[in-house]
Nanobody, 119 residues
Framework: QVQLVESGGGLAQAGGSLRLSCVASGSNFLFRAYTMGWYRQAPGKQRELVAAIAIGGTTNYIDSVKGRFTISRDNDKKAVFLQLNSLKPEDTAVYYC???????????WGQGTQVTVST
């Protein structure tokens, strides 16, 4: 059974930073073979894919976070990270870690971690 466990969320002021972590477990889960992503869902809004990192390390971001957020991965630790800088109130959401194959980053999900940005 595959588990993704996020941590690092919390309360930050606008302009501040947070670092989210997601650690995967599961004896048969070959982490390095999966594309990893971070989604977020704000109240009343649809879940959106914020950032993704492919098995080769290629990254993609939505326009609203480019230059502010950085996704990275450590295959040896089976972990993926999201560095959130220059936070804005509109970044407030529950952030979810996910794993998938290719462009479909929805095979496995974490439980989510709340990020709240105050003005």
């Amino acid at each position: 059974q595959v588990q993704l466990v996020e941590s690092g969320g919390g309360l930050a002021q606008a302009g501040g930073s947070l670092r989210l972590s997601c650690v995967a477990s599961g004896s048969n889960f070959l982490f390095r073979a999966y594309t990893m992503g971070w989604y977020r869902q704000a109240p009343g809004k649809q879940r959106e894919l914020v950032a993704a990192i492919a098995i080769g390390g290629t990254t993609n971001y939505i326009d609203s976070v480019k230059g502010r957020f950085t996704i990275s991965r450590d295959n040896d630790k089976k972990a993926v990270f999201l560095q959130l800088n220059s936070l804005k109130p509109e970044d407030t959401a529950v952030y979810y870690c996910a794993a998938g194959v290719g462009g479909r980053i929805n095979s496995y999900w974490g439980q989510g971690t709340q990020v709240t940005v105050s003005t």
